[in-house]
T-cell receptor, first 113, second 110 residues
Framework: AQSVTQLGSHVSVSEGALVLLRCNYS??????LFWYVQYPNQGLQLLLK??????LVKGINGFEAEFKKSETSFHLTKPSAHMSDAAEYFC???????????FGSGTRLQVQP | DVKVTQSSRYLVKRTGEKVFLECVQD?????MFWYRQDPGLGLRLIYF???????EKGDIPEGYSVSREKKERFSLILESASTNQTSMYLC?????????FGPGTRLTVL
């Protein structure tokens, strides 16, 4: 079955620490991969988009994601967390045969002062 | 700038009522989507539309219908609201497979 798995529904880091949010997908290499961010009481905002060819993708707010074909992973990182990064993050994949994106269940990032 | 608007941010309805959620996009996108978002379940696709008057069921269409009479507007209809439809509803349109979301409607069915 086609699925997107985000390991860890909640992640807590200290301000200034590395942020690592994990995403794995179950399919052959998709043409695109996405990360979205959702701040409280808001809709989802596109954080970054991977397209075939690149392995490291830079997004907004200092986030980046690395595509690893051998691991079917697309983990999101940020070198130094800021309080304003506290939000929920979703990984999304357009599986073959589906027009819509399939989303992971989300990871809520908490940043401690 | 990309803009998707939804008619209400918060809505409270009673069981059995017919509920309309409206979504408008100003980007001339052909594809529009309705998702619902529940804690721990992420986003689940209810319906999508790839052209005016064209629609396809998503993963959880039961209890919902949709209408797309104009390219910019995509409506979600709860024919007879039930308490298990209490949720956050997110509308989106797409370009190059990227989705652009509205702010969401938090619906409570009592």
């Amino acid at each position: 079955a086609q699925s997107v798995t985000q390991l860890g529904s909640h992640v807590s880091v200290s301000e200034g620490a590395l942020v690592l949010l994990r995403c794995n997908y179950s399919s052959s290499v998709p043409p695109y991969l996405f990360w979205y961010v959702q701040y409280p009481n808001q809709g989802l905002q596109l954080l970054l988009k991977y397209t075939t060819g690149a392995t490291l993708v830079k997004g907004i707010n200092g986030f980046e994601a690395e595509f690893k074909k051998s691991e079917t992973s697309f983990h999101l990182t940020k070198p130094s967390a800021h309080m304003s990064d506290a939000a929920e993050y979703f990984c999304a994949v357009p599986f073959t045969g589906r027009r819509a994106l399939t989303f992971g269940s989300g990871t809520r990032l908490q940043v401690q002062p | 700038d990309v803009k998707v608007t939804q008619s209400s941010r918060y809505l409270v309805k009673r069981t059995g009522e017919k509920v309309f959620l409206e979504c408008v996009q100003d980007m001339d996108h052909e594809n529009m989507f309705w998702y619902r978002q529940d804690p721990g379940l992420g986003l689940r696709l209810i319906y999508f539309s790839y052209d005016v008057k064209m629609k396809e069921k998503g993963d959880i269409p039961e209890g919902y219908s949709v209408s797309r009479e104009k390219k910019e507007r995509f409506s979600l209809i709860l024919e007879s609201a039930s308490t298990n439809q209490t949720s956050m509803y997110l509308c989106a349109s797409s370009r190059d497979r990227a989705l652009f979301f509205g702010p969401g409607t938090r619906l409570t069915v009592l």
